[in-house]
């Protein structure tokens, strides 16, 4: 120990309490700044036009993000058709079975799909599904098309980064469950199918919906995969063979372009989105608290 | 009615021997309700072949991902060779690509964010974790650092361009290097915000799980507050903050939107830490749908592989440390 006075190591101790104390709270502060920046710059741009119209050329003022909007729930809408039976189904795999070789490597490779860059999904999402050349026959004609930049690609995409939450915070749930629970299921002579869907489910809901929710709040902000599937685009769509716009994609779009009229559409999108994820997240914690589960 | 169960392995047979009225009727009843178990039996085991199935998926889905950005990048890999690593010049018009600019800028926005992240992601971890765990206000601070993760990164990236980049430009005039304002600097101060919670919030865990005997004991022999924590947590926990710290590097390499809003966006050697520049992730990001040529868009996807593989490998480490940890 240090030789000191005691006087000298009371006051270092409380001189550090200080210091931690100051240095944990400065980190609220750029969230305070970011938050309070984006509300004052999104708020005056939010309006019913804002809300219902594609975005106007640039030189004509006005203009709403309606594309965007839409795009943006109809890709997290699909992500989340393909992401939540299988992410709920590997995580109760997993839960029930603790040990295994399979298990290990799958829970490995959760691990891992949760720490690749989003960057690296956006280019396999590409080669996968947007490269492939499919041929198509009519009559005695052959075309070679090539699939082309859609808003389903950019939603297994996104899929593909859901999974690994809901497959976390499913396994964690279940895996508090006592085990009694199941076993009175099978006392009763409930098959095993039954037992999940009527007693394993319904007991963890809470857990497994908040990972759900965990996981949708993350991708709705998520912007470097869709870059090179759903693409973007200027008009309405609601063809999820198309190229589609979304939110982050239209943030990130008008935010880098030099024209006013443009920034101030990326300000409005930047309130509405954050607001959007915020809530979600906000909920979520409500939802835990709730159910009393342990993310 | 001699019908054998196959899974219970016993046989109508060797049952106690009962009498029973067999009309036509009962027969029947007993046939369906035979048959319904069956049904069952079935649906039990495609259902847990289903659910196995999921979990092979998500090895597949993994091996899928390398062995696309590994096909993929063959092409590079053939013409460029391992000099492509440390190739200093990355030019798509005269077909010469070097990765070492955006190598350096990754490694230097990353690290430099991990060294200005980490006073701060140890004051939460320690707050939460030492001085106060209970209360109101450390669960405002919690809820608030994790809301910290939860901001999209395109959303970090258009506060940094339009509030950050013009505060870099003008301390930038101050101490006399070219003010650009978009460089590797305002990218590492943007990402040292965006990692706080992941090292944070594995910490605060790892800290709330020092046994108090160690610290009572060392309470008992006169320690300060301050001692405790220097003394006896911080060493007990070093290496699960150590897998914080590598999670949060982790998350800062791999990220996109912000640092290529941020960063400047050119290929050339980054001279010093205000200098404009391109990490591995922005460089995709920018030029992937501009790629025109195979190789062009090949060396790119090198450069995914190259991160996959680094991401791969520190998660894998770092999540080799918790599982230690915890179950020690």
Redesign the interface.
Known sequence: ??IGSVKY??G??Y???A??????????V??L??LF??VR?GITKINWHFLVNVPKPVGEPGGGIINALVGSIEIIFFSALIAIP?GI??G???S??RRGR??Y??R??????????????G??A???IVKPEFTIHIGFLRLHKSAGFSAISGSIALA?MM?PIV?RSTEETLKLLPSSLQEAAFALGV???RV?FKVIIPVGIGGILSGVMLSI??I?????PL??TA?GNPYLSYNIGKPMQSL?LL??NY??SPYDDWKNL??GA?LI??MW??LL?IST?LITRKWKVQL | METSVENSGVTRSDLPLRVITSTPGAIAKAQSRVRRSFRQIRTENVFRQTLTIMGLLMVILVLGILLTLIVQSMPSIKALGAKYLWGKTWDPVQDVYGALPFLLGTLASSFLALIISIPFSLAVAIFLGEYFPNGWIPDFLKNTVELIAAVPSVIYGFWGLAVLVPIVRTFETHIGVSAIGQGIFTSSLILAVMVIPYAASLGRSMIQMVPSQLKEAAYGLGATRWEVIRRVVLPYTRSGLFAGILLSLGRALGETMAVTMVIGNTSLMPTNIFAPGNTMASVIANEFTEADKPVYLSALIELGLVLFLVTVVINVIGKKIIDRVTND
């Not at chain 1, 709705?220 to 470097?224: I, L």
């Open positions: 120990m240090e190591r009371i270092k101790s001189g550090f309490k210091l931690v104390t100051v240095f944990a709270f400065a980190c609220v750029p969230l700044f970011i920046f984006i710059q299988i189904m590997a109760i795999y997993l029930e079975n399979l298990a490597w799958c490995l490779c959760v691990d891992i799909l949760q720490g690749v860059p989003s960057i690296v999904i280019i396999v590409y080669f996968w593909i999974l497959i098959p095993y199918h999940i709040a993350r709705t902000g998520e912007t470097a870059l090179f693409f982050p943030i990130f935010a880098t990326a300000w930047s989105l954050l994820v915020l997240n914690k």
